[in-house]
């Protein structure tokens, strides 16, 4: 694979989108069964954390404290990923952060709920964190599939500069970066459903859509050989 094919495949709104549904699913799967904890984006735990030591609550601290330390970790890990497997005539570095994302998702799904829900934020907000690393365009824009903002202010500042200019690419990108937010929602209310009716079990579900977005890429890489 050429470097340009590899950046075709995995920059791609479908591989985009599918990881939006699971970023957003995660939000509400940590938020609503695993103690109130936000995996993906680390401000809401950062607020909280600080809030929690101005009251000196200090095991509270350390609670979201330790997510917030697994999601740098993350980082660290998609960046070695990347550096170790980048030139890898088989599967593209990218593929190898979902594949560990299956996996450690996969065990998390049959972590019991209670004493063990630090275990799973810490390796969900570490799987977050190396997909938000990994996956950082679609089509050449930059944009985020576990969190919003970002992808928000490029949508609404877009939308203005099609206005002033009349240019319809401008348009195309904006509606891209709101097509992201959408799927996100969409995961959010998935993982809603699913966490009532499953419970920690219901994680299994984004590992089907991260195995799909796995088998989107090869396929994606043959068509353009």
Request: hydrophobic share 50%; net charge positive.
């Given at each position: ?12 709104f479908l ?21 109130g ?21 200090i095991?509270r ?37 979902v ?25 969900i ?11 950082r ?22 939308i ?11 348009r ?30 219901s994680?299994?579900?984004c590992c ?18």
């Amino acid at each position: 694979m050429t470097e340009k094919q590899n950046r075709q495949m995995s920059e791609s709104f479908l591989i985009g989108a599918l990881l939006a549904v699971v970023g957003g699913f995660l939000d509400a799967y940590t938020y609503l069964l695993r103690g109130g904890v936000f995996a993906n984006a680390q401000t809401g735990n950062i607020v909280l954390l600080g809030l929690n030591l101005a009251q000196m609550r200090i095991g509270r601290v350390f609670y979201y404290l330790i997510p917030i330390l697994a999601f740098a970790g993350g980082v660290l890990a998609a960046e070695l990923v990347k550096r170790r497997f980048r030139e890898h005539p088989r599967l593209h570095w990218r593929q190898i952060v979902v594949a560990v994302e299956i996996l450690v998702l996969a065990g998390v799904a049959f972590l019991p709920r209670g004493d063990l829900d630090v275990l799973a934020n810490v390796a969900i907000s570490f799987l977050c964190a190396m997909q938000v690393e990994s996956f950082r365009k679609i089509n050449g824009s930059a944009y985020a599939t576990t969190m919003c903002t970002g992808n928000l202010r490029s949508a609404t500042e877009l939308i203005y500069r099609f206005c002033v200019s009349g240019d319809p690419q401008e348009r195309k990108k904006s509606l891209q970066y709101y097509g992201i937010i959408l799927f996100f929602i969409a995961g959010a209310i998935l993982g809603s459903w699913l966490a009532a009716l499953y419970a920690e079990r219901s994680v299994l579900f984004c590992c089907a859509l991260l195995f799909t977005g796995f088998g989107v890429m090869f396929i994606r890489g043959e068509r353009e050989r």
